[in-house]
């Protein structure tokens, strides 16, 4: 029992995984075995989103009320939201490079393909279109009309643009807002607390959300679109090594390190295929190297909106892949028009379900690529999906350091200190 307990957290997602694998390809198409597993992975996901707007809230209160200013978050969201883009924009043109230097959709024969069903984000493209989705929708949209009903919808920006305005009002009143302050404390301290606790049912999760993944679409619909996952896997690799990696090392920092620091999560991040997930331990583990408070509780949740480097890439990718599909030769305008969609409808919608997706199908008719395309690569876009995942996590932990690099208020002594430690990288402590 003794070293049952000294397999790591890593260790025990990745053995969860590998048995959901298992297990699903065992009792490929059998609903009955999918009625008892499923709900363990939905539990899980569950508990996680959970704790995610508590955590947000009360951190960036607590941040913004001892250290920060309106000037200060003025200057960080100013930052933060420019270097997003830059970032994103690298994501799309490499996307793009790389699917017309390989091709590999030419030649696909669809008639070996297996089609989804994608009325669902068919569905959820036509409501947004209604909403006439926009950058300035998106800019007005961060001003709540009520605050609880997008705590309640997980609507990450307004949530932010609430708790940043209320954190300055508690520091603005003084001595009268240090009870709200010791509150908002006390709140972020048990839910990193209670986040540890779920942290123990990862395992648990992840098999059941894997085994229901591989049981629902079996392991043979990989090898028809095995060119696309290589392509999207290649990509994310050399985006997080190469990209990623020069943009640490303009800073002063190592993107191995800040992998070797988040290993859990990005192991957690890709067998579930999602970021919330990792969110709450994401913002702890980069306040302890060094980020204060108040720039990784805001940097990281926005991020989650506007800096999804994984999911623009392989929208970029996904898009000509198809088109290369259908034979469809995109013109130099018509990419740049690619490019420019993918800049626009990419932000602000993080919430909505299957986001890469519905953001393909508003992007795809911009060019006269068609929509049905989607439907041959829905049955691989789970596993396309864990890798975007693992992506956007690296993205987002290396802003939180990157801008707070730039705004002069990294601790190196705390970020040095973290990778000294031989139990820096274990699983965070309870607090």
């Given at each position: 029992m003794k070293k049952l307990k000294k397999i790591g957290l890593a260790w025990q997602i990745l053995i969860g995984l590998i048995l959901g694998i298992i297990v699903g390809g065992i009792f490929y198409g059998n609903d009955n075995i999918l009625k008892y597993i499923t709900p363990f992975g939905t539990i899980f996901m569950n508990m996680i989103k959970m704790i995610v707007v508590p955590i947000i809230v009360s951190t960036l209160i607590v941040g913004v009320a001892g250290q920060g200013s309106l000037k200060q978050v003025g200057k960080l969201g100013v930052k933060t939201l420019v270097y997003f883009e830059i970032i994103?924009?690298?994501a799309i043109i490499l996307g793009i490079l790389l699917a017309d230097i390989t091709q590999f959709g030419s030649g696909v024969d669809m008639n070996e393909l297996t089609?989804?069903?994608?009325?669902?984000?068919?569905?959820?493209?036509?409501?947004?279109?209604?909403?006439?989705?926009?950058?300035?929708?998106?800019?007005?949209?961060?001003?709540?009309?009520?605050i609880v009903s997008s705590m309640a919808?997980?609507?990450?920006?307004?949530?932010?643009?609430?708790?940043?305005?209320f954190g300055l009002g508690v520091a603005a009143i003084g001595d009268k807002g240090k009870?709200?302050?010791?509150?908002?404390?006390g709140v972020a301290d048990a839910m990193f607390w209670v986040t540890n606790l779920i942290m123990k049912f990862a395992p648990i999760g992840v098999f059941a959300l894997i085994a229901t993944t591989v049981s629902t679409f079996g392991l043979s619909s990989l090898i028809p679109l095995g060119k696309l996952m290589i392509l999207v896997y290649f990509a994310m690799?050399?985006?997080?090594?190469?990209?990623?990696?020069?943009t640490a090392k303009i800073v002063g920092l190592s993107i191995f390190r800040i992998i070797k620091m988040i290993k859990d999560e990005l192991i957690l991040g890709f067998s579930t295929a999602s970021s919330e997930t990792v969110l709450p331990r994401i913002m702890l583990k980069t306040e302890k190297a060094g980020v204060p408070k108040d720039i990784g509780s805001f940097v990281i949740p926005t991020g989650y909106s506007f800096n999804l480097d994984g999911s623009t890439l392989y929208q970029a990718i996904a898009a000509l892949f198809i088109a290369q599909m259908y034979n469809i030769d995109l013109s130099l305008s018509n990419q740049i028009i690619l490019v420019l969609t993918l800049m626009v409808t990419s932000k602000g919608i993080a919430g909505v379900p299957g986001v890469s997706f519905v953001v393909l199908l508003s992007t795809l008719g911009a060019v006269g690529i068609p929509l049905e395309g989607l439907a041959f690569i829905l049955g691989i876009?789970?596993?396309?999906?864990?890798?975007r995942t693992v992506v956007n996590i690296c993205g987002?932990?290396?802003?939180?350091?990157?801008?707070?690099?730039?705004?002069?208020?990294?601790?190196?002594?705390?970020?040095?200190?973290?990778?000294?430690?031989?139990?820096?990288?274990a699983s965070v402590k309870e607090n």
């Open positions: 994103t924009t690298v089609k989804g069903d994608i009325t669902s984000y068919v569905e959820t493209t036509e409501e947004m279109s209604k909403e006439d989705h926009s950058i300035m929708d998106t800019i007005v949209n961060i001003v709540p009309t009520n919808a997980g609507d990450m920006l307004p949530i932010i643009f609430f708790s940043v305005l009870p709200v302050l010791a509150l908002a404390h690799i050399f985006f997080i090594v190469v990209v990623l990696g020069i876009d789970r596993l396309l999906d864990m890798m987002n932990t290396l802003a939180a350091l990157v801008m707070a690099k730039w705004e002069g208020r990294l601790d190196m002594d705390k970020y040095n200190n973290y990778f000294n430690n031989e139990t820096a990288d």
